[in-house]
């Protein structure tokens, strides 16, 4: 098809666009806001007082419910929409042949009519009649449920095949597992059949995290709690002789007091904040479990190409056999190019699967898309005038293609298979004599050491009788050369490393490459390994289980594994009670992806791996990990602040109430102030924390995965109940100095409201002193205080704002009493660190 053609069937049939997802319902969004029984609570405060024609406390609570069911509505409806931009930046593309050329495009472009090529670890991006395969199997559980791989050929069937049973046809949204194909797609966008299926998909709801379950139990215990408390409140203040009406208000106000209506919505911002700044740092999270998981990651495995390496694989040597044995090899650079290396690149030329972006231009000017080394052959061959019409043509020579369990790739021209994949592998398949098997292995063992990657070559004669080779048939082998490549360590990647193990995470690197080559890696970061810290392939297949817990702890470094063994390792480190973050790329790589507790993809792996990974790296960037790492502790370290802000003073009311009803004290605030101060100290103050860049960096992991952390408790349970109980001493001594109970009250009024707004700068980190970060560096939380001020400003000075709260002019003599106040919540703050401290040791830089 021509690309004139293409666009005007672009016209006509629109996106290929199948992942249809329904607009978010605005009216269910802001429903849904009410049904959470902390805004239950408000509601049946509101009900009651509506009942007593307490007009204005009604319409407080009103106000109440309406500002957090409105911010909430507008923070969801962000996070939905964020998550939905997210999935924007992982783009699908499609390999098409257009104008008598491959060429790869975005998948949404693709139409009735293009050709498409499929290849091993890629999505199928619409729905195409398959023309040609090459030993082709497809996972299609998305679709039919099938939980094995299905087998796919070209031949005929009936056109009233089930779904399942059509196996010359490739469906939209399925995995390539193995093999090659070229297909022509005859349905896109939402005529394929996932489309038809469409709104099934997108119906399907959201889960939750495991934090927003948490919360959200949490918050049902807490309805129950407050229940108990205003009943008993209100039994106390009855058998005093109260009057039941005032009581019945005064005990909905305390209700209203203890309830953090806040807390769900605070949790749903910062998660979408972080996800957000993820994006922003090349990180890309495919749920919002991720974003809280990476907080508490305690163990990284990591590959080295891509990651640690700049995934620039720089062709540096060409080795026929004999220059090998005869021990007269030379770089790339040095001498004239043999006759034996040319042929060594026309035999690796018919293993690589790389597509031309510019065709029509000069050779000179041609852009390879691949895999990286397979792009250095094919530049190699353009470098040394070998002829690359295999690259241009619309014939391909690959019969097995490589993957990451047999590690070479088979090739067949005329009547020679071609071999191309790691040498130890090809090695044990050749024919070659002892005292040479022995030189060989010598020399691999070395050249790896100097931190180059090889892949070595050789070539079979063999009749076939059945139509697909397999690796069973590959031996036999004459083994005929290596090539050797070096990839670039990233220079940003030793100081990431530092950052990450700063945090107490565990580093491990896990690759398919030779032990050489992983330590040339490790000595590249000056990262010490000793001996014993290194683990093979071979020697992890031949240990037990329960042999391998008990080494796994001292290992660094995994060499020649396979993606197996990567899922085995992650699960028994994960026995060790680790939080397991993986990388990988490759379709093998996926279920040890899925089972990690973080699964990290690169941005340019297969699409296997990114559907898999729950962490997808857009720049394939080892320290765009690093960064991932510090903004899921930022997200768990503000969740928990905001946490404890929003309950630390909710005693306050139950204390000062119960307390004043048990001493036989008159009560010291209204039902209208208590919801007044609830209102202004609430919902802004708690959701600046979700824009606060401090970060507490414990030096071990105390349930780093859970709210409720020791630090937390002791803030909660201890200063909070503290402080509550410095609140009734507080009112206590102004009654006890003979002052007019208005003007204690007053006094009263202004410290109750007024202390939590102060002790939050104290709250942004809950290990560190005050004096030791930047006390106003958090816009957000300083313009929510001033705003807080401003109101209590106002109630206390605005004659008819003061008569409505019952409040009376306090004098200005008692100020610096007041400051005293603050400054003593401060002082208890600062010292339940200090005890932290001393008892939890965390890092301060």
Known sequence: MSDKDAKDRFQKYGSN??????????????LKQFVSPLIFLLLGAAFLTGLLAEWIDTLVIIFAVLLNVSLGFYHEYHAENTLDKLKTYIKDRARVMRDGREQEI????????????LSYGSRVPADARIISVNNFRVDEAILTGEALPVEKKEELISITSLVAERSNIVHAGTLVVQGYATAIVYATGNRTEIGKIASVVS??????????????????????VVIIIVIGILFLGITRGEAFIEMLLLSSAVAVGAVPEALPIVLTVILAIGAERLANKKGVVRKLTAAETLGSTTLIMTDKTGTLTLADMQLTGIYDINSILNDSTRALNQGEFSLEQKKLLELALLNVDVSIENPDEDKSKWSFRGRPFEVNIAKACRLYNVSLDIISSTVSYLILPFNSTNKFSVAKK???YVVMGAPDVLLQRSKVLKKDYIKLEKWIEQTSFDGKRLIGIATFSKKRTKKNISAEDVKGLEFVGMFSFYDPIRPEVPEAIKNIESHGVKMILITGDLVGTALSVAKSLDWAVKENEVLTGNQIRSMTDEELLGVISKIKIFARVTPEDKLRIGKLYQKLGEVVAMTGDGVND??????????????????VAKSAADLVLLDDNFQTISLAIDEGRRILSNIRKSFTYLMSNSFDEVFIIGGSLI?????PI????????????????ALAFAF????????????????FTRSVKLFIFGVGILSSLLLFVLYYFLLKINLDISIVRSIFFVCFSSYILVVSFSFRSLHRPIFSYSVFSNKKLNYSIIIAVVILFITMTVPFIRNTFELAPMPVAWLPFVFLWLALNILLVEGAKYILRLKMPFQDK
Do not use: C
């Open 203 to 224: 119906a399907t709801s959201r889960i939750q995290t495991p934090l927003q379950k948490g919360v959200s139990n949490f918050a049902w215990l807490l309805f129950y």
């Open 106 to 117: 975005d998948s949404t472009l693709l139409v009735p009519g293009d050709i498409i090529k």
């Open 17 to 30: 666009d199948f992942h249809s997802k329904e607009k978010t319902d605005v009216v269910y969004l802001f």
């Open 590 to 607: 996926a279920p040890a992806l899925k089972a990690m507790d973080i699964g990290i993809s690169l941005g340019g792996g297969s699409d």
């Open 414 to 416: 005329d009547d020679v």
């Open 670 to 685: 209204t039902a209208l102030q208590i919801i007044w101060v609830n209102l202004f100290t609430g919902s802004l103050p």
């Open 663 to 667: 001493m036989s004290l008159p009560l």
């Open 692 to 707: 606060d860049e401090e970060i507490d960096r414990e030096k071990k992991s105390y349930n780093t995965h859970v709210i």
